[in-house]
């Protein structure tokens, strides 16, 4: 008659198969995450360069419908609206390299345009957002 064992002692049987199935990969897994790895990189940073550019493009939009509410208020400096644009974009820390504030103004219309360039984390990914807001412009009738 033989002592039984306890059971969290594996028999050998099952220890050298383990051993011999571990020396069978030779390899085969890292060449398998060299090839999946960067795949999984790109896929991360793809998702984070779509935020960045999500924000980027709000910051333009906020940026033009500032300049826009500015600009088209009744009796409105000349340059009120650029002056707007440029402060609200200060405001929100360099989040469009390059800001290009366009305001044009003939009298009863109002039209803005915001471009710029976010930053860009993945290689061939344009970063450029554009934003274009219009409106009436405000006039006092008795």
Do not use: C
């Not at 360099?94 to 471009?115: C, H, K, P, W, Y």
């Amino acid at each position: 008659m033989t002592a039984k064992r306890p059971a969290s002692v594996p028999r050998p049987g099952r220890l050298a198969r383990l051993r011999a199935w571990l020396q069978r990969d030779r390899g085969a897994m890292a060449l398998e995450l060299s090839t999946v790895m960067p795949l999984a990189f790109l896929m991360l940073f793809a998702l984070i360069q779509g935020g960045v550019w999500f924000h980027g493009r709000s910051v333009a939009h906020h940026a033009a419908q500032q300049a826009l509410d500015a600009q088209r208020a009744y009796n409105a400096a000349p340059g009120a609206g650029q002056a707007a644009a440029r402060d609200f974009l200060e405001r929100m820390g360099g989040s469009l390299s390059g800001a290009r504030i366009e305001v044009e103004d003939n009298g009863d219309q109002v039209s803005v345009q915001v471009t710029g360039d976010v930053i860009n984390l993945v290689p061939g990914w344009d970063g450029h957002v554009n934003q274009r807001v219009q409106a009436p412009k405000e006039k006092f009738r008795q």
